[in-house]
T-cell receptor, first 113, second 115 residues
Framework: GESVGLHLPTLSVQEGDNSIINCAYSNSASDYFIWYKQESGKGPQFIIDIRSNMDKRQGQRVTVLLNKTVKHLSLQIAATQPGDSAVYFCAEIRQAAGNKLTFGGGTRVLVKP | DVKVTQSSRYLVKRTGEKVFLECVQDMDHENMFWYRQDPGLGLRLIYFSYDVKMKEKGDIPEGYSVSREKKERFSLILESASTNQTSMYLC??????????????FGPGTRLTVT
């Protein structure tokens, strides 16, 4: 069925390097794509979102890229820090479905000192 | 500071009990969501609500029901708890009318154990 999924379950990154987390989606009707960060023992926290009519959006140290041709979403974290260690989820919103918010499976990012 | 609160952080119930999980948000958000989170399965949507007294099934509604009598409160009900409902339950809210449809705020979660 329709889904939002991730390529890699675990990503190890050296502190100071850039991280790239990937996500594939199957539903072309999504209106927003969102990245969330979940630290141990906490609920997910919003990082950044991108409308489906955009292909790039930048935030503080993060960039989200959307490639609708291949239905691929990525989150780039610049100069990864120990505090970036967490599980990252991509998610989608479909406004026509009552703003249903659906999540992918998650990627764990481990930052090595 | 925005806040989503859940009634319990940890809960232990017996098989067959009726269980209520409460969620309250103080942001006047229209949308509220209930997810369960299991290792290796990510967050799966159980039910969501886009307005008072409105509810929509998510991807795994079986064995659950919800209630939204007031805008700020969204309750998840396990009519007869079973061991396969042992999980972390997360509540969230969002406000699509503010142009921030993607920004949902989550509560800290309730870890439910059914024995």
């Amino acid at each position: 069925g329709e889904s939002v999924g991730l390529h890699l379950p675990t990503l190890s990154v050296q502190e100071g390097d850039n991280s790239i987390i990937n996500c594939a989606y199957s539903n072309s009707a999504s209106d927003y794509f969102i990245w969330y960060k979940q630290e141990s023992g906490k609920g997910p926290q919003f990082i950044i979102d991108i409308r489906s009519n955009m292909d790039k959006r930048q935030g503080q140290r993060v960039t989200v890229l959307l490639n609708k041709t291949v239905k691929h979403l990525s989150l780039q974290i610049a100069a990864t820090q120990p505090g970036d260690s967490a599980v990252y989820f991509c998610a989608e919103i479909r406004q026509a479905a009552g703003n249903k918010l659906t999540f992918g499976g998650g990627t764990r990012v481990l930052v090595k000192p | 500071d925005v806040k989503v609160t859940q009634s319990s952080r940890y809960l232990v119930k017996r098989t067959g009990e009726k269980v209520f999980l409460e969620c309250v948000q103080d942001m006047d958000h229209e949308n509220m969501f209930w997810y369960r989170q299991d290792p290796g399965l990510g967050l799966r949507l159980i039910y969501f609500s886009y307005d008072v007294k409105m509810k929509e099934k998510g991807d795994i509604p079986e064995g659950y029901s919800v209630s939204r009598e007031k805008k700020e409160r969204f309750s998840l009900i396990l009519e007869s708890a079973s061991t396969n409902q042992t999980s972390m339950y997360l509540c969230a809210s969002s406000s699509p009318t503010t142009g921030q449809g993607g920004k949902a705020y989550f509560g800290p979660g309730t870890r439910l154990t059914v024995t």
